[in-house]
C-alpha cells in the first residue's frame, strides 16, 4: 500500500521547456490537491480536483494545468517553465466529503529547479 | 479569506525542555486548524486538529493544541522535547470540510539540542 506517490523525485528544467509531475493515490480518495511550498511561504494550493474528470484553481494557478482523467492519478504541467518556479511540489489526498475525515495525506514532494 | 501567523520561524529547545510553537489564526467564519509536521525530505503528516468539538486537542507523538477563540490562537506544545521532534511544523485553517481552501502558515522549524 504505497499511499501517494509522487514522480519524479528530482528534476532540473531549462527556461521554457516542459514537464509533467504524476501524483498516483491507491487510497480511493476523490479529492486531491497540488501545493508548492517555497522558503518562508508555507504551502500554497496550485489546482484541486474533486473527482475524475474534475479540476479547479487553487490560490497560484499560473502557469501550471492539471488533469485528472482516472481518479487515482492527478497530473500538473508546466507547459514553460520558468526560474519563479522552481520549488518543491506536494500532492495531497483526502476523502469523500461526507465521511468526516479532514485529514490530508500529502506524497513526498517534487524538487523542480528551473534554471 | 482565513489566515494563519506563525510567530517564529525558528525555535530551539533543549531536550526534555517544553515546546511551543504559535499559531494565531483569522478567519471570519468559524475554523477548522490544523498542525502539520514535516521531517527532512519528506511530505507533511497531520498531528492534529480542531473541528469544532473539544478545545484541548490532543494529537501523536505527545503534542496537543488549545483552540482558544477569544485570542484567534491554536499554539501547539509539548511538555518534553525528543530529539525526534526536530522538524518543520506548519500551522493550518480552512473553513471548507474539504481542504481545498486551506491555508498554511509559514512554519515554525524546531531544534532541539541535547
Known amino acids: 500500500n504505497a499511499g501517494v506517490t509522487q514522480t519524479p523525485k528530482f528534476r532540473v528544467l531549462k527556461t521554457g521547456q516542459s514537464m509533467t509531475l504524476l501524483c498516483a493515490q491507491d487510497?480511493?480518495?476523490?479529492?486531491m490537491y497540488w501545493y508548492r511550498q517555497d522558503p518562508g511561504m508555507g504551502l500554497r494550493l496550485i489546482h484541486y480536483?474533486?473527482?475524475?474528470?474534475?479540476?479547479a484553481k487553487g490560490e497560484v494557478p499560473d502557469g501550471y494545468n492539471v488533469s485528472r482523467l482516472k481518479k487515482q492519478n492527478f497530473l500538473l504541467g508546466l507547459e514553460s517553465a520558468a526560474p519563479s518556479q522552481t520549488s518543491v511540489y506536494f500532492c495531497a489526498t483526502d476523502q469523500v466529503f461526507g465521511q468526516r475525515d479532514t485529514e490530508a495525506f500529502f506524497g513526498q514532494g517534487t524538487r523542480l529547479t528551473v534554471v | 479569506a482565513q489566515s494563519v501567523t506563525q510567530l517564529g520561524s525558528h525555535v530551539s529547545v533543549s531536550e526534555g525542555a517544553l515546546v511551543l510553537l504559535r499559531c494565531n489564526y483569522s478567519s471570519s467564519v468559524p475554523p477548522y486548524l490544523f498542525w502539520y509536521v514535516q521531517y527532512p525530505n519528506q511530505g507533511l503528516q497531520l498531528l492534529l486538529k480542531?473541528?469544532?468539538?473539544?478545545?484541548l486537542v490532543k494529537g501523536i507523538n505527545g503534542f496537543e493544541a488549545e483552540f482558544k477563540k477569544s485570542e484567534t490562537s491554536f499554539h501547539l506544545t509539548k511538555p518534553s522535547a525528543h530529539m525526534s521532534d526536530a522538524a518543520e511544523y506548519f500551522c493550518a485553517v480552512t473553513h471548507d470540510y474539504n481542504n481545498n481552501d486551506m491555508r498554511f502558515g509559514a512554519g515554525t522549524r524546531l531544534t532541539v539540542k541535547p
Open positions: 480536483s474533486v473527482g475524475e474528470g474534475t479540476t
Open positions: 480542531y473541528t469544532s468539538a473539544a478545545t
Open positions: 487510497m480511493n480518495h476523490e479529492y
